[in-house]
């Protein structure tokens, strides 16, 4: 087998200039592309040098491409950051290592190369596991390198000392302690290689600081020892033959369209695929932007808080054909009451992911990108032997569950500002070329039901992990990555009281983001279920954020090198983002002061089954069973 050389590995940030647009369905997939194709033709190899092996490291970061690595220097870490000061690599310095995850992760995000993060031993790599396993339930393709102590220090309990390999292991696709100064070229492509190929996911590199220290010959490129690592790119034909057959006679089908669609670079083709067939699409919190809301094939998100229409799509149907998602149980619900008269089709680059959850009754290993090229294909055969579905009724019983049970809110009684006016008007305002970056909440909820995300690529927030704290740094790596794109952070006042330190890289490193602080002074969603289920008992829930203004949002992001504004009322929220939007040269924070009993719905009661979802407190969606 002829493997892969790392020459092909610049997917991690290839000196390309930025451009306005978001990144596309072609720069992601072409990221992955790289990491798995044999050659690039006109790609120059460094020569042989004798260098440390901190002087490898930083050599091989270079000729991966990697243009810029979010970390804090420390003592086991220490001797990459000399041969550091002279690279082309640019270096974030950041203020907690757990922001440098989550900016690796934004930027992988919003680019689709791989990002980079460094730490030092012990804490400094202990504070990345949050991050890292952000980045392994979103699949999303980072690498952390982290320092170690020398060697002989190993098991000794030094200074500083973590296992960070063992503690990682559950959390990353595959980790690795170097042993070896002339291993570390093949070592970090191999990395590159793991994270950003197959099903994405982050990948631990931990290097003792004597191995850092060695002297060792660079060379490049090195070969890739990967042995059993063949992830299966191309479906079965007979299962893809199947799936069109069952997709051009189902009554009632959907496509549930997951994040491995958009980590796949095929959402041209997932457009064409819904109009050739007609069906139905639902796309999950972390597909959102991979099928345009707007499209009138679109149902919206399913999963505890999805609009009802998705909600009972799926539940009612008698096909579902699964695109890259995992059958989660924000999706799902109670799973064994979750769509009981539907055959499944699922497709998934992951086999572990399939039948996991849910049976499949068609089981599909392959690329998104190809499923769907290939479902294309044998779609249209079916229609040109004759076979289509009739889906009208279908469609009259969905059209209908859209019209009567749309996304909205109500005003606050007191008068206090709306927090999903808030968020509307900035996604109407900034409009659908903005990368929106969420934390995770009840803002998180809103930024996915009140923006309208027409574009690929265009929506950023922890799904899996729901990590608090992500938005601020996510949204750094996120402009870093993509300069001459607008990125907002829609953040909660819990959420942004985690990781707001980060504003100070931004305000010292030029990195204009804007943060829209959602301030209900309280953590809102926690709020919402002691409403619901504890009988109005707000244990630990009041923040003081309103109460006693501590903190001052304005005061703190001035402090932090931004410029801080504030609104409290409907009539200042249009001039207060436009005020925003006009900034270009610093960070901007708006602490919009929102009333505190607002509550996200579409709700479906955690362990409860989809079939009782609730369009509002008290509301109970009224359905005819007999259509249905």
Not at 72 to 98: C, F, K, M, N
């Amino acid at each position: 087998m002829t493997r892969p050389t790392p020459e092909t590995l610049a997917h991690s940030a290839r000196r390309t200039r930025p451009g306005a647009e978001p990144a596309s369905d072609a720069d992601h997939a072409g990221a992955a592309r790289a990491a798995a194709t044999p050659a690039v033709p006109g790609v120059r190899a460094p020569a042989p040098a004798q260098v440390s092996g901190a002087g490898s490291l930083v050599r091989s970061l270079e000729a991966l491409g990697v243009d810029v690595v979010f970390g804090i220097p420390g003592g086991a870490i220490l001797p990459a950051y000399d041969p550091l000061y002279d690279s082309t690599v640019r270096h974030i310095l950041v203020r907690h290592e757990q922001g440098a995850g989550h900016a690796a992760t934004g930027y992988a995000q919003a680019t689709g190369r791989v990002g980079v993060c460094m730490a030092t031993s012990g804490p400094g790599a202990t504070n990345l596991v949050t991050p890292i396993a952000d980045a392994y339930m979103d699949s999303v393709p980072i690498v952390a390198i982290t320092g170690q102590v020398a060697r002989p220090s190993i098991g000794t309990d030094a200074f500083q000392e973590a296992d960070i390999q063992g503690i990682t292991l559950p959390i990353t696709k595959h980790n690795f302690l170097v042993q070896d100064a002339e291993e570390i070229p093949q070592v970090l492509a191999e990395a590159f290689h793991l994270a950003a190929t197959g099903r994405p996911g982050p990948v631990l590199v931990d290097i003792p600081k004597d191995v850092l220290q060695a002297p060792t010959t660079f060379s490049w490129p090195p070969t890739l020892d990967l042995p059993g690592y063949r992830p299966t790119l191309h479906p079965h034909g007979k299962q893809i033959r199947e799936a069109a057959r069952l997709m051009t006679s189902a009554r009632r089908p959907v496509l549930y369209v997951g994040g491995g669609v958009l980590k796949a670079g095929a959402t041209e083709g997932l457009r064409k695929l819904a109009e050739l067939t007609g069906i139905p699409v639902v796309t999950t919190l972390m597909a959102l932007g991979a099928f345009p809301d707007s499209h009138p094939q679109h149902l919206g998100m399913p999963g505890m808080h999805g609009t009802v229409a998705a909600v009972y799509g799926l539940q009612k149907a008698d096909l579902i054909v699964a695109l890259g998602a995992r059958f989660d149980d924000r999706v799902t619900g109670k799973l064994d009451s979750f769509a009981p008269d539907a055959t499944v089709v699922h497709a998934d680059i992951d086999p572990a992911e399939i039948g996991k959850n849910r049976h499949a009754d068609v089981p599909i290993v392959g690329d998104a990108r190809h499923v769907i090229d290939e479902l294309l294909a044998a779609v249209t055969n079916e229609q040109s032997a004759g076979h289509r579905a009739d889906t009208a009724d279908w469609w009259t019983q969905l059209d209908d569950l859209r019209k009567r049970y749309p996304l909205g809110y109500e005003e606050p009684a007191d008068g206090t500002l709306s927090p999903q006016y808030v968020i509307k008007r900035l996604g109407e305002i900034a409009g659908p070329d903005a990368i929106y970056v969420a934390g995770v909440g009840q803002h998180q909820m809103w930024a996915s039901q009140f923006i309208s995300y027409e574009k690929p690529y265009t929506w950023l927030n922890s799904g899996g992990l729901g990590t608090m704290g992500y938005a601020v740094p996510a949204a750094m790596g996120a402009k870093v990555g993509k300069p001459d794109t607008v990125v907002w952070a829609v953040d909660g006042d819990g959420c942004f009281q985690m990781t707001n330190q980060e504003l100070a890289t931004c305000a010292l490193e030029g990195i204009p983001v804007k943060i829209a602080v959602i301030n209900n002074g309280n953590l809102g969603m926690v709020r919402q279920w002691q409403t619901l289920f504890y009988g109005e008992r707000y244990s630990n829930t009041d923040l003081g954020t309103h109460k006693h203004r501590i903190p001052d949002f304005v005061k703190l992001a001035e402090a932090l090198g931004c410029i801080g504004l504030r609104c409290e009322n409907a009539e200042d929220v249009d001039k207060t983002i436009a005020a925003a939007m006009a900034i270009n040269d610093a960070p901007v924070v708006i602490d919009f002061v929102v009333g505190k009993d607002a509550m996200v719905w579409p709700m479906v009661a955690a362990g409860t089954s989809n079939d009782e979802i609730m369009f509002a407190r008290g509301v109970r969606p009224a359905f005819d069973e007999d259509e249905l």
